[in-house]
């Protein structure tokens, strides 16, 4: 089977790694000239609106997945006329556009912080007069790993931050005073079959992921579930999606989701009997989906800007390294490190390890 992918991103490369033992060859459609996916497959290098690329793309693959949600909806939309896209245009047309969906929660009935549309200065004024602050503003679109956004905490933060943000629609949040960030990450079939991973716990460093901890037993995973599997069915979803919450005293408030495979999931690759990565394939290809049980305890921890010498990495014990190939850059995902123990108390003691080497590199 023939896959083609937008985007050429680790999230692409990790897809093949996945799907290659199926038989799969994967097409990427990448601007980058060193998309970091391109040695696992062919590389278009070309824009997402690039229509003969595109045409290219289609007459060449069975079927059409993406990679990341900044991929124009238009896109996927275009696509659709000639090969199956997973997945849909709809679904990535929500996703992608954060007053979308969260007006989508709140039609749900899923908890959200309070929210408003800002168009102006004047919308951002009038919000904050609503909501109050601490706040936080965020680009509708285009936002990630902490970029696009704005903690509003005092009312002269208030002042000029339309402009800062580029003065494109946005969108104001109240804050929210959670305990705990979690995220669940669940596969939906062509046939509506539905599984659910573990939550993860996850911990950020100036707004990108730093540590995900996957949970033996989490008194909120059916809530979650429950949360999921509204949205999943609403957008008649196929394929695997991320759920990101902040976890509240009692509860779960929704903080965003994601159309694609998570960074938050990435310890499925050894943590879980299916990956996630392996588990979309399947699911946009229409195959049986894969168990998401865990194996042993499992954690994920990124590797910002630069990836530890590789003989100092596999060198501890139950670890496993995920390079991606990418040239080192501050700020940048360029790899990370997985996690597999048979207790909770070894999988501490991992982490701290890796931790050590991340801050002594």
Same mark, same amino acid.
């Given at each position: 089977m023939k896959i083609g992918v937008i985007g050429g991103g680790q999230l692409g490369r990790m897809l093949a790694l996945a799907g290659t033992p199926l038989g799969m060859d994967f097409t990427f459609l990448d601007p980058a000239p060193d998309a970091c996916a391109s040695p696992l497959g062919t590389h278009?290098?070309?824009?997402?609106?690039?229509?003969?690329?595109?045409?290219?793309?289609?007459? !060449?693959?069975?079927?059409?997945?993406?990679?990341?949600?900044?991929?124009?909806?238009?896109?996927?939309?275009f696509l659709s006329q000639f090969v199956p896209v997973y997945p849909a245009a709809d679904s990535l047309r929500i996703a992608r556009d954060r007053w979308f969906e969260?007006?989508?929660?709140?039609?749900?009935?899923?908890?959200?912080?309070?929210?408003a549309d800002i168009q102006s200065q004047a919308d951002l004024d009038a919000a904050v007069a609503a909501i109050g602050l601490p706040a936080v503003m965020k680009t509708r679109t285009m936002g990630y790993d902490g970029k696009g956004q704005k903690v509003l905490r005092q009312p002269e933060d208030v002042q000029g931050a339309f402009a800062e943000l580029g003065s494109v629609p946005c969108i104001l949040e109240g804050f929210v005073p959670f305990t705990g960030e979690v995220s669940l990450v669940a596969v939906r079939g062509r046939?509506?079959?539905?599984?659910?991973?573990?939550?993860? =716990?996850?911990?950020?460093?100036?707004?990108?992921?730093?540590?995900?901890?996957?949970? !033996?037993? =989490?008194?909120?995973?059916?809530?979650?579930?429950?949360?999921?599997?509204?949205?999943l069915e609403k957008l008649d979803y196929v394929g695997v999606l991320a759920f990101e919450f902040f976890e509240i005293e009692g509860g779960?408030?929704?903080?965003?989701?994601?159309?694609?495979?998570? $960074?938050?999931?990435?310890?499925?690759?050894?943590?879980?009997?299916?990956?996630?990565?392996? $588990?979309?394939?399947?699911?946009?290809?229409?195959?049986?989906?894969?168990?998401?049980?865990?194996?042993?305890?499992?954690?994920?921890? $990124?590797?910002?800007?630069?990836?530890?010498?590789t003989e100092q990495?596999?060198?501890?014990?139950?670890?496993?390294?995920?390079?991606?190939?990418k040239a080192f850059k501050p700020g940048r995902k360029v790899g990370h490190a997985t996690l597999r123990c048979q207790d909770a108390t070894?999988?501490?003691?991992?982490?701290?390890?890796?931790?050590?080497?991340?801050?002594?590199?």
């Open positions: 278009l290098l070309a824009g997402y609106d690039d229509s003969q690329a595109l045409r290219q793309m289609a007459e !060449s693959v069975d079927l059409v997945t993406f990679e990341f949600e900044n991929v124009p909806a238009e896109t996927v939309a969260k007006s989508l929660f709140k039609e749900l009935g899923i908890p959200t912080p309070a929210f046939d509506g079959e539905t599984r659910f991973y573990p939550l993860s =716990h996850n911990t950020h460093v100036g707004g990108v992921l730093n540590l995900s901890v996957a949970s !033996s037993t =989490h008194p909120l995973q059916a809530l979650a579930e429950d949360y999921l599997g509204r949205v779960l408030k929704a903080n965003e989701i994601a159309p694609r495979v998570h $960074n938050s999931g990435h310890w499925t690759i050894e943590g879980a009997e299916c990956s996630q990565f392996e $588990n979309h394939l399947r699911a946009v290809a229409g195959l049986p989906l894969g168990s998401t049980a865990k194996v042993g305890e499992s954690a994920m921890l $990124n590797f910002i800007g630069s990836v530890p010498a990495v596999i060198a501890i014990e139950n670890c496993h390294l995920h390079d991606y190939g070894t999988l501490k003691a991992r982490i701290a390890e890796v931790e050590a080497l991340i801050a002594n590199a």
